[in-house]
């Protein structure tokens, strides 16, 4: 594993474990039925990217190979234009899709698409400017914390917007971005407390 990762990379890499743990469900789903494969093979294929993209972020050397792979994940998630199976009037890309639901007047649907569209849209910030050799610390520091405050705001807005209020449909969406913000938290605090270590032993 790489000793010394930045802000954006531990945030990125906490989202990709928690999307697929979660999503694993819709993963066993995808690759044992043909018919929901045909339904799911758009976030399949964004999951496996972004497992391998991670994979390589903490087990190899390659990490321009790595944020590659979260740059393409990210775009397929914008921009891939094949229709949605049940509902062919909207693309797999929610981006393509957030201009659909603007033209056909749909608010609800648009907000929505634009809450999913902006993780994918942090990532390729994060590619960009770890592929460009970005250190810059406050910028790291920054856009971390931003990516953070997208994945609670996303997971808490949703069931808001489609107009569920049950207290039960907050409990997941709570919960993911507590175990998030725990983990990113826990994991700055062990890091820092080792890098002090490290300099009280020389």
Known sequence: MNSTIDFRSKAFIIYVIIVVVF?????????????????????????????????????TKYQKASWSLALAASVIALFDPLPIVVNPSYAEGSLLSLIVSISQGDPVTAFLLL?????????????????????????????????????????????????????VEYVKPVLLSLLFIIIFVIWNNVEKDDLDEKKQNK
């Open 23 to 59: 999503g694993f469900n819709v993963l066993l789903a995808g690759l044992s039925d043909p018919s929901q494969f045909i339904i799911l093979k758009h976030q399949l294929a964004i999951y496996i990217i972004l497992a391998a993209s991670v994979i390589f972020l903490l087990f």
């Open 115 to 167: 809450l999913l569209s902006l993780i994918p849209v942090m990532i390729i910030i994060f590619a960009i400017s770890k592929l460009t050799k970005n250190e810059n610390k406050k910028f790291d520091k920054l856009a971390a914390l931003i990516f953070v405050a997208i994945f609670f705001l996303s997971n808490i807005l949703d069931p808001l917007i489609k107009g569920i209020f049950s207290v």
